[in-house]
RNA sequence: GGCGACGUGGCCGACUGGCUUAGGCACGGGCCUGCAAAGCCCUUUAACCGAGUUCGAUUCUCGGCGUCGCCUCCA
């Protein structure tokens, strides 16, 4: 059973599943207004984690993952680049699910468009209007906050201690709101503006509703698990449960929110403060296993830092690993019970990935000690250890590839020119097959080669 | 101003009131190799500062210093 740190009740916890051997899972996805950084890439790496351990030991995991494809941000791009939104949102989302795929994070079960949803959101408000849990303003619905009697639960403060400070910013509708804490769920369309037909005039949903809306729909009441960044936590995570509890319904039952990336000074990355590394731009440099990696290497509460130096760490590491698999990819027996044991104790406690990836190493380790000594027994349940946990992480091995013939006629060669002792061939063959991009393993037992 | 997180060896990063375990990367030495590469072995003896609790604290408590986050853009 996983336990998991769990952000209402600030405790690790066990994730119960509302169905046993199923779990639903919300996870907040992007606003389609540009491309992904590489906090998006974190978050989505966490959860795919998440879901690859799960799917490991046998639970069904339903991933709802949306995408706000209709927000301020959109609108105003589109505004500045003279473009309808609508192809902006569908561009980016292209390029978002391009990077996924490049991450190796598996798509969601289920992607809901919010612009999908505005009916279900329409209703969502009406009834938040019926119980007077909702008022109407100038510029839009609004939802009273003051009705939930429990709001500030996942950002554990008073909301008269959180309004104390940090007043230093614009709030939308600030002028009209019964109380400052109050947030929109329904935005009057200005002309021009992207608008959807409601009962109090046209408009767009906010950003609160959409995901209550999503998520209930799509998973039901009592869904087993919410997750986001740790940004989401409050406003956001905190204003859709207030809408759930407004209408009497049960929510999720445990919220999960993963740290942030942060710069080289240990600063958030964030577009506001302009320090962002774009994910496109990231996976061009390097080997994006090399990013769940580092990620696998830091736990997923923890901030990250994310730099030259800590992801060439994790390319070597991975390097170590690849050569591994190669040498070992003919073996195959039943995985180490011991290790995969160790393994699964280290995920169950609050996903401790750092130190699962301690106990994957360890395995590499001894399952080379046992080639070296020619135990293949040994070497070959460790190594079929060490895939399973791959498997279980989605971290995929680079196996050796199919070498071409020319490629393995040099191969052949540079043995005869040893057995020959003509070094001075050897060399230039090994040169030449290092020139065409192979890694180039010469032993006892003859040459073997990778591609680089 | 409120709430919270963190400060571990050259870098990243876990566990833990004592029994010298992290783990990865880098550096150095060795084995292997014709030489390399890959792999293996060894190595360097760390916990921001101060006080307290304790037989004993990196680990608990308090104080200080520092870094970071949330407080309606945000993964």
New binding site residues.
């Given amino acids: 059973m996983l336990n998991l740190y769990d952000t209402a009740t600030s405790q690790i916890r066990p994730l119960k599943q509302r169905v046993p051997g199923q779990l639903s899972i919300y996870l ?1 996805g ?2 389609v207004y540009g491309p992904p950084h590489i ?2 890439g ?2 989505t790496l966490v959860y795919d984690i998440l879901r690859r351990y799960l799917e490991w030991t046998g639970v069904a995991v339903r991933l709802v993952s949306n995408i706000t494809d209709i927000d301020d ?1 959109i609108i105003d791009r589109a505004t500045r680049e003279n473009r309808p939104w609508l192809d902006i949102a569908q561009k980016c989302e292209h390029v978002w699910f391009e990077s996924m795929a490049r991450l190796g994070v598996k798509r969601p079960t289920d992607v809901p468009r919010a612009t999908e949803y505005v009916d279900q959101i329409v209703d969502l408000i009406a009834d938040l209007v019926a119980k007077d849990a909702a008022y109407r303003t100038d510029d839009g619905i609004y939802m009273s906050t003051s009705v939930v009697a429990d709001y500030g639960l996942l ?3 008073k909301i008269d ?7 230093d ?1 614009n ?2 509708g ?1 002028d009209q709101k019964k109380h ?2 109050d ?1 929109v769920l329904w935005k009057f369309s200005k002309p021009g503006e992207p608008a959807w037909p409601s009962p109090w005039g046209e408009g767009r949903p906010g ?1 609160h509703s959409e995901c209550v809306v999503m998520s209930l729909e799509l998973l039901g009441e009592g869904f087993d698990l919410h997750c ?9 995570h905190e204003n859709e449960r207030a809408q759930a509890v407004a209408l009497g319904k049960d929510f999720a039952h445990h919220w999960m929110h ?1 740290g ?3 710069d080289t ?8 403060l302009g320090n962002v590394t774009n994910l496109p731009d990231l996976l061009d440099r390097y080997d994006a296993r090399a990013y769940r990696m580092l990620l696998l ?3 997923y509460r ?4 994310v730099g030259l ?2 992801i ?3 390319v ?2 991975l390097a ?1 690993i690849d ?2 698999a190669a ?1 070992t990819s003919s073996l195959t027996a039943t995985p180490d019970v011991a290790t995969l044991d160790a393994f699964r104790a280290a995920m169950n406690d609050d996903l ?1 990935t ?2 699962a ?2 106990v994957l ?2 395995a ?2 001894r399952a ?2 046992a080639v ?1 000594a020619g135990d293949t027994q040994s070497a070959a349940s460790m190594s079929s250890a060490v895939r399973e946990m791959c498997i279980a992480v989605g971290l995929q091995l680079d196996v050796a590839k199919e070498v071409d013939a020319d490629a393995q006629a040099l191969a052949t060669a540079l043995d005869a020119a ?1 057995a020959a002792k003509d ?1 001075a061939t ?2 230039k063959l ?1 040169a030449e097959l290092q020139a065409l991009g192979y ?6 037992a003859g040459t073997t080669l990778r591609r680089a």
């Fill in positions: 907040c992007p606003t906090g998006h974190r978050a941000k950002a554990h403060q201690d959180m309004l104390a400070g940090g007043g910013r709030v939308f600030a400052p804490a947030f950003w986001g960044g740790a940004d989401l936590r409050f406003p956001h993963n942030f990336v942060v000074e240990g600063e958030k990355m964030s577009k506001s290497q830091t736990h923890s901030p990250v830092k130096d800590n060439d760490a994790s070597n590491a170590g050569s591994f040498r401790n750092p130190v990836m301690g190493f360890d590499v380790r080379n000690i070296d040893r070094f050897a060399d090994r890694l180039v393993e010469t032993t006892k």
